[in-house]
C-alpha cells in the first residue's frame, strides 16, 4: 500500500534552516505529483509546496524561503527550509497532490523558536 514517511524535523532558531525528507512506497513515484504540507497547533492543515514532474509551486508565505526538490531514483522528496520563522512551527507531512486522506503519516515536526 502507498505509505509517505517523513523525517528531518526538529528545534531550531529563527533565521536557521532544515531539510525535510518524505521517503514514499507503493507507488509508481515518478509519474505522481508530491506534496508537503503542515499543520500548526488549532489550524488546518495547509499545503506548503508542491512538485510535479519539473515543476513547483510554493504557498505565499515560504515562497523564496523553501524549495522542494525530489529525487526519483530513491522515491523522496525533499524541503529545504532556510530563513524560518517561528510562524513556521507545525507538524509538517508529505502526500500526493491533491492529497489523499488514506496516505498521510505521522508527519515530522518543526520548531522554530524566536
Known amino acids: 500500500q502507498v505509505q509517505f514517511v517523513e523525517s528531518g524535523g526538529g528545534l531550531v532558531q529563527a533565521g536557521g534552516s532544515l531539510r525535510l525528507s518524505c521517503a514514499a512506497s507503493?507507488?509508481?513515484?515518478?509519474?505522481?505529483?508530491i506534496g508537503w504540507y503542515r499543520q500548526a497547533p488549532g489550524k488546518q492543515r495547509d499545503m506548503v509546496a508542491v512538485i510535479s514532474g519539473g515543476s513547483t509551486s510554493y504557498a505565499d508565505s515560504v515562497k523564496g524561503r523553501f524549495t522542494i526538490s525530489r529525487d526519483n531514483a530513491k522515491s523522496t522528496v525533499y524541503l529545504q527550509m532556510n530563513s524560518l520563522k517561528p510562524e513556521d512551527t507545525a507538524v509538517y507531512f508529505c502526500n500526493k497532490f491533491p492529497p489523499s486522506k488514506d496516505y498521510w503519516g505521522q508527519g515530522t515536526q518543526v520548531t522554530v523558536s524566536s
Open positions: 507503493g507507488m509508481t513515484f515518478s509519474i505522481n505529483a
